[in-house]
């Protein structure tokens, strides 16, 4: 069994920071890639920047200069650091993972969701 656990969401003004964390636990063999989606309101869920296995970092055009996505290996945890956030980055925003489990078996994961808000 596999969680992955999502913390760091709230309301804020625009202009600010926040830092999203998703912590993977359970019987996990290995980590191929995480990533962070969001969905708003009556939209359909995005893709807001993942981290594949060798570092490689992709970000939505929406996003890039103002958010960072950065993982700890050790700790099984992929963060996202949103900065200048904008009225228009209001949504759910889920953790996606790519795991291998201990019984070697490949599976996708999603976190429950943590909202985020951005509004004066």
């Not at 904008?86 to 953790?95: L, S």
Request: glycine residues 10%; proline residues 2%.
């Amino acid at each position: 069994q596999v969680q992955l656990v999502e913390s760091g969401g709230g309301l804020v003004q625009p202009g600010d920071s926040l830092r999203l964390s998703c912590a993977a636990s359970g019987s996990i063999f290995s980590i191929n890639g995480m990533g962070w989606y969001r969905q708003a309101p009556g939209k359909q869920r995005e893709l807001v920047a993942d981290i594949i296995s060798g570092g490689t970092r992709n970000y939505a055009d929406s996003v890039k200069g103002r958010f960072t996505i950065s993982r700890d290996n050790a700790k099984n945890t992929v963060y996202l650091q949103m900065n200048s956030l904008k009225p228009e980055d209001t949504a759910v925003y889920y953790c996606k993972a790519y795991i291998t489990t201990a019984s070697m078996r490949n599976y996708v994961y999603w976190g429950q969701g943590t909202q985020v808000t951005v509004s004066s």
